[in-house]
């Protein structure tokens, strides 16, 4: 059935949630484009005659099409090459959504992101949908067919598998901008005791290369060891780094956490987010997988950069 001009624009003005709604449930803003999409199809050819609620239809169709492409995406990180890590999103970008409290600029955070892998797919959608959204546990229910007493259990399972004694320091681009400038000036000044004061002593640095550049195969854990790597990465003993040939260094936000941006020529080819808490920096996440910055670079390309930080190599 054609969508009206009034049924069409209902849907766009509820995309931006359903992006948001989308991109924490699957951790990939390819993904939930995609599933928003795949809603819209359902919405043109659903019966609206029938529909009472158009946005409570269109969040329960896109609930359930994420909840089975979770189920998916668990058997594929099986098998991913590497390490996974969530698409990081550039601030400013609707598909981070909410950011009124502070339990929803958290659950867009990377680090957050990751750790939603540790729910089971129904877990995740509860969590998210009541953490990050604020529905009642009666819509949420309704949503996923199960009682409000069973949403309940799920959601209190959820919290206790997301616990975390960390208290992230929350940033403006002024803040990010100096933490990353630090955290770059330690890695390059050749000292390692440098940047170990900076990070936390239980520090965890990860990289997502996907298929296309090798990064560590599992986490690297431990402030010395994290800062003797670094060392080796930024300033490699052959001098050269053909991967991404000479990238300028930007400072911005990305998930609400300070980011580095690595650019070579016009394109994005890795974004680095710090985990900045109030002991010191405890996660390093490098995400260079190409196939988790095609957003960020069509974002990279219309927005204001900021003065470059440095050149590498």
Request: aromatic share 6%; charged share 25%.
């Amino acid at each position: 059935m054609l969508l009206s001009t009034h049924e069409a624009d209902l849907f766009e003005s509820c995309r931006g949630r359903l992006e948001a709604i989308a991109y924490r449930l699957l951790g990939s803003a390819g993904d939930a484009e995609d599933a928003v999409q795949d809603t819209y199809l359902r919405w043109q050819a659903a019966d609206r005659d029938y529909v009472e609620t158009p946005e409570a239809w269109l969040t329960k169709v896109l609930t359930n099409l994420c909840l089975n492409q979770l189920t998916s995406a668990r058997a594929r990180r099986e098998t991913y090459v590497g390490q996974w890590l969530p698409e990081p999103v550039f601030a400013g970008d609707r598909m981070l959504g909410p950011a009124d409290t502070v339990e929803q600029r958290e659950s867009v955070s990377i680090a957050m992101l990751t750790l939603m892998e540790r729910l089971s797919a129904r877990e995740r959608v509860v969590y998210v949908l009541r953490e990050a959204f604020g529905y009642a546990h009666t819509e949420i229910a309704e949503m996923l067919d199960i009682t409000e007493p069973n949403c309940q259990q799920i959601y209190r399972r959820a919290k206790q598998h997301m616990a975390t004694d960390r208290t992230r320091v929350e940033v403006d681009e002024a803040a990010a901008r100096r933490i990353v400038e630090e955290f770059l000036a330690a890695a390059v000044s050749g000292q390692t005791e440098t940047l170990v004061k900076l990070l936390t002593e239980d520090a965890v640095i990860i990289g997502d290369g996907g298929l296309f550049y090798p990064t560590l195969s599992r986490p690297l854990a431990g402030a010395r060891r994290i800062a003797q790597f670094v060392r080796l990465a930024i300033k490699p003993a052959d001098g050269k780094r053909k991967a991404f040939g000479r990238p300028t260094l930007f400072a911005t936000i990305a998930n609400g956490m300070p980011a580095l941006v690595m650019v070579d020529g016009d394109r994005v080819v890795g974004i680095v987010c710090v985990e900045a808490t109030s002991e010191g920096i405890a996660a390093v996440h490098a995400q260079v997988n190409p196939d988790k910055l095609v957003r960020a670079n069509r974002r990279w390309a219309t927005v204001a950069h900021g003065e470059p930080l440095l050149e590498l190599w």
